[in-house]
C-alpha cells in the first residue's frame, strides 16, 4: 500500500505540472482516473446450493467489488505511442490494465495485460456481482479474461481486424507428474463492423495444450476454443445488446466458468482419452432510456453437454441448462455517478449426476459506482 501511495503522489504531482508544460510546447498528457464500485442487497439460495442442504438462507451483503481500480493513461505529444496503468481495488492491490501501444496509421500495436475483442466488445446492464453470473459472465457472456498478449488492430471506417497471441489458462490440475506445454500461445481473431445504430465483433478463440508423461496410448493434447457472436442495436432511446456462442471446454480460458472443475470441461473416456464438453449459450438485454434512467431487462441461457458423463461415469444425464433472468434499473444522479437497483433470478437448472433439481438463488440490491 505504501508503494501504491508514493505513485499515486508521483503521478498526480506530473498530472499537475503538465498544464504548466503546454504553455510553453506541446509534450505528453498524464490522465488519471478511479472508480469505486460498492453494493449492499441480500442474496436467497435454495437448500439444494446451501452447506446444511436443508433449508433455504437469505443473507444480507455490503461488499467492494474487485472491479473497483485506480489508473492512469500516458500518452506521448505526437499522439502515438502511450501506456495504461490500471490497478484493481479490493481488500488488496491487483493487476487490471497494465499494456503499452504504438499506433502506425490504421495499425496499432499493443502489448501488454489487458482483454480484446475476443468476448469483450459489448457489456450489458446488469451489474451486481453477488451471486455467480456477474455482468452475465458464465450465464449467457463468454468473455476471455485480462491477460498479457500482444494483438496488432486494423481499423478503417466502419471495419476493424484485430489479431492476438496470448498467455494461456492454467492446467495446474492437470500437472502432477506430467509436462504440460503449449507450442503456440492462444490465439484469438477478431472482426469488427459499425454502422449507424449496429455494430458487431464476432471472434474466434483457440488454445492447444500438449502433455508429456502421460501413458503410451491415451490423448496427449485437447484444445479449448470459441466463436463468439455479440451485437448492439440502438435506435432512440432504445438500445439491445445481445450475444451468441459455442465453445468446447470453456472451464479452460473464460471467465464464469470454474476452470478444470465442474463440468465445464473434457471429461475422460474409459482408454483414458478425452472427451470435449461442448457448450453453447447467449444472452439478450433490452433496455430504454428516460432522462436520467435506464429500464433494462435481460436474460441469459447455458447449455453443457458430453456424451461420456452417461457412457463412462454413470451420470443420469449427458447434458444440463441453466437460466438468469435480471432488471436492472441504472440512474444517473450525477456525470459521475451511476446507481444500480437490481433483481436477478439464477435457475441453476438440474443436476446431471442424478437428474435432480440443483436449486435457484435470487439477488437484490444495488450497486453505487463512482467514476472519475
Known amino acids: 500500500m505504501k508503494k501504491l501511495l508514493v505513485l499515486t503522489l508521483a503521478l498526480a504531482m506530473v498530472a499537475f505540472a503538465i498544464p504548466a508544460m503546454a504553455a510553453e510546447a506541446p509534450g505528453p498528457s498524464v490522465v488519471l482516473g478511479a472508480r469505486v464500485n460498492q453494493t449492499i442487497g441480500w442474496q436467497n439460495a435454495t437448500k439444494e446450493l446451501t452447506a446444511n ?4 438462507i437469505t443473507s444480507s451483503f455490503v461488499e467492494l467489488p474487485g472491479n473497483s481500480y485506480w489508473r492512469a493513461k500516458f500518452t506521448s505529444a505526437d499522439k502515438k505511442v502511450g501506456v495504461h496503468v490500471e490497478i484493481g481495488l479490493k481488500s488488496s492491490v491487483g493487476m487490471r490494465h497494465v499494456y503499452g501501444w504504438y499506433k502506425m496509421g490504421n ?14 466488445a459489448y457489456w450489458n ?11 452475465v459472465l458464465g450465464w449467457g457472456k463468454l468473455w476471455a479474461p485480462r491477460r498479457p498478449q500482444v494483438q496488432l488492430t486494423w481499423q478503417s471506417g466502419n471495419f476493424g481486424l484485430q489479431f492476438a497471441l496470448e498467455s494461456g489458462a492454467s492446467v495446474s490440475a492437470l500437472t502432477s507428474g506430467v509436462d504440460v506445454y503449449q507450442t503456440f500461445p492462444r490465439a484469438s481473431i477478431s472482426m469488427q463492423f459499425k454502422t449507424g445504430g449496429f455494430s458487431m465483433t464476432p471472434s474466434f478463440g483457440y488454445s492447444r495444450y500438449d502433455f508429456e508423461g502421460y501413458p503410451s496410448g491415451v490423448d496427449d493434447s485437447f484444445a479449448a476454443w470459441a466463436i463468439i457472436l455479440p451485437a448492439k442495436i440502438t435506435a432512440g432511446a432504445f438500445t439491445v445488446i445481445g450475444e451468441l456462442h459455442y465453445s468446447a471446454n470453456p ?8 476452470s478444470m472443475s465442474g463440468y465445464n470441461v473434457f471429461s ?3 482408454n483414458g482419452d478425452f472427451e470435449d464438453t461442448n457448450n453453447w449459450g447467449g444472452y439478450i438485454d433490452a433496455s430504454y432510456k428516460v432522462g436520467a434512467l435506464r429500464i433494462a431487462f435481460g436474460f441469459g441461457y447455458e ?14 444425464e449427458d447434458n444440463f441448462s441453466r437460466q438468469l433472468f435480471y432488471i436492472s434499473l441504472p440512474y444517473q444522479v450525477h456525470k459521475n455517478l451511476t446507481l444500480y437497483p437490481e433483481f436477478n433470478y439464477l435457475n ?19 450497486l453505487f459506482r463512482f467514476v472519475f
Open 303 to 316: 447449455y453443457f453437454e458430453n456424451d461420456e458423463w452417461k457412457k463412462t461415469w454413470g451420470f443420469r
Open 107 to 120: 495499425c496499432k500495436l499493443l502489448a501488454g495485460n489487458t482483454d480484446n475483442w475476443h468476448g469483450a
Open 125 to 135: 446492464y446488469h451489474k451486481l456481482d453477488a451471486a455467480p453470473g456477474g455482468d
Open 251 to 258: 472451464g479452460v480460458g473464460y471467465s464464469g466458468y470454474p
Open 348 to 366: 441453476h437448472g438440474d443436476n446431471p449426476v442424478s437428474g435432480d433439481d440443483a436449486g435457484n438463488e435470487w439477488v437484490l440490491g444495488i
Open 268 to 270: 475422460f473416456k474409459a
Open 53 to 56: 442442504g436443508t433449508d433455504d
